[in-house]
């Protein structure tokens, strides 16, 4: 089965810092391209960063640009947010999702961890 | 503020169609051909129902079909059915980034 599992949420002050890890199953990890896109509480969905199947190539939303670096292990099919100087408003619930293969669509999205930046 | 444009709500009795829009501009949904649905049920993740404006992943239901033209893509679901209720997101590949439409709550009446 095809999935994917995010951890590393949790409640995070303003200026802090976390990561989020994410453990893919179930297909070749190294040969897709990954992302991470967030929810706000109630709010809508929003992408915020992407990264090539070798690692080379990294994009990122403009509001978490300098912030926030995604990587990945290949070797343990594992994606990763690095998440610093968090603010309030990067409050929400982030999912780990693989981009189908030449279509630049979300395909696979895992369950989402929760973040919280709160002091 | 959303990148792309969709109405708030949507509304259908069962049986009926109902097209719920996306606007956007020439940098994302009118210069690509990788506009891309999501449904999203409350409490889950989101599911693709739609990618590159109108092919459907294998497993959803050809009630569900996309169209583009100019800097609009439309989702129509025909058919409806209780379990269509849901929130529906637009997305468009933006030249290195991706922008997603501020959602849509399909309410079958």
New interface residues.
Partial sequence: EVQMVESGGGLVQPGGSLRLSCAASGFTFSSYEM?WVRQAPGK????VS?ISPSGTTT?Y?DSVKGRFTISRDNAKNSLYLQMNSPRAEDTAVY?CVRD?MA?????I????AMVTVSS | QSALTQPPSASGSPGQSVTISCTGTSSDVGGYNYVSWYQQHPGKAPKLMIYEVSKRPSGVPDRFSGSKSGNTASLTVSGLQAEDEADYYCSSYAGGKWVFGGGTRLTVL
Avoid: K, R, V
């Fill in positions: 992302n809508g969905l929003e992408w992407y994009y939303a999912y189908s279509t630049d669509a979300f395909d999205w895992g369950q989402g």
